[in-house]
């Protein structure tokens, strides 16, 4: 195909077949696309038209990509990035007038305690942007980065996408929170014998946490596991429930309540929270301008912890 002959492929139909490649599912892209799924089956038929190819087939209940739609998606991926860091690059950026949408993927730690003092800075440079968050972690980062759903994500993070970039923001120091009212801290045989409360998003009782504790021969009991770190307020108010936390967690939960946070009676191997990015967005002013304030309100101590 020659140049002349690019005429005839409409762009906005290379973009739902690569939406189409993760998801697979036409109700899941219609919705991140903002489309009708009558909209999405017929751009399907007209992507296998121009690829001669079915592209994705019915397996049960689930649709899986033959082999030519794996193969097309491996050489069209790199050619959309390009594309999308060209017209990126080619705007300019003024937080002060700006409307764009920018899509962060936050770890629940993060969004809790580090995001709102980000927001307020967002806001008053940018009042016009909208901010989606995403829930991910370790586990998520990498499809939400590889499919485009966010553009930037902090989290402790693993393995990425091969195009995606990583900045060190801090050392996720830990805290343990309490709510009972004694004053003595906490000794290790204390630790260990009392109840703890873990927040879990995949719901595992054990942790990093578990792994520093293995070292110097001892173990936990968690009998509660919970999705987000708000609850722990009223889980861990007058009870004998603790929780070991990162320490910027601990600063928002102890505000205006009576829990109190405390160094942990043993030595815990700090873990890092980090801010990737997808490589396509590495030198759009807009995402730039994001990771900048990210940096600013996520890399050091913004407010002095207890």
């Known amino acids: 195909m020659n140049r002349n002959d690019l005429r005839r492929v409409d762009m906005n139909l290379l973009v739902i077949f690569e939406a189409l490649m993760f998801e697979r599912n036409l109700t899941r892209v219609a919705e991140k696309l903002f489309m009708g799924q009558p909209a999405i089956s017929a751009a399907l038929a007209r992507l296998r038209d121009l690829f001669d190819d079915p592209l994705l087939l019915r397996n049960g209940r689930a649709m899986e990509p033959t082999a030519r739609a794996l193969a097309i998606l491996k050489e069209l991926q790199p050619a959309l990035d390009t594309i999308s860091g060209a017209v990126s690059r080619a705007k300019e950026f003024d937080p002060a007038t700006s409307c764009d949408i920018f899509r962060i993927g936050l770890s629940d730690d993060a969004e809790f305690g580090l995001f709102p ?87 595992d009782l054990s942790g990093n946490i578990d792994i520093d504790l293995a070292k110097v021969g001892r173990a936990r009991r968690v009998v509660v596991a919970v999705p987000q770190f708000s609850g722990l307020r009223a889980l861990l108010a007058g009870t004998e429930l603790i929780a070991t936390v990162p320490d910027y967690a601990a600063c928002a939960l102890i505000e205006g309540c009576a829990l109190r946070a405390e160094d942990p009676p043993f030595p815990i191997e700090p873990a890092e929270l980090s801010m990737v990015w997808a490589g396509v967005h590495d030198n759009d002013p807009a995402e730039r301008w994001l990771r900048s304030r990210i940096t600013e309100f996520m890399s050091q101590e913004t407010r002095p912890l207890p």
Do not use: W
């Open 117 to 203: 003092p980000l927001l307020n800075r967002l806001r008053e440079e940018a009042p016009g942007i909208i901010v989606v968050v995403r829930r991910a972690n370790f586990l998520l980062m990498p499809a939400l980065l590889a499919s485009g759903e966010i553009s930037v994500g902090i989290s402790y993070t693993t393995e990425l996408p091969a195009n995606a970039k990583r900045k060190k923001l801090r050392d996720i120091g830990v805290k343990v929170l309490r709510g009972d009212k004694r004053p003595e801290p906490l000794t290790l045989d204390e630790f260990c014998q009392r109840p703890h409360t873990m927040v879990s998003f995949s719901g």
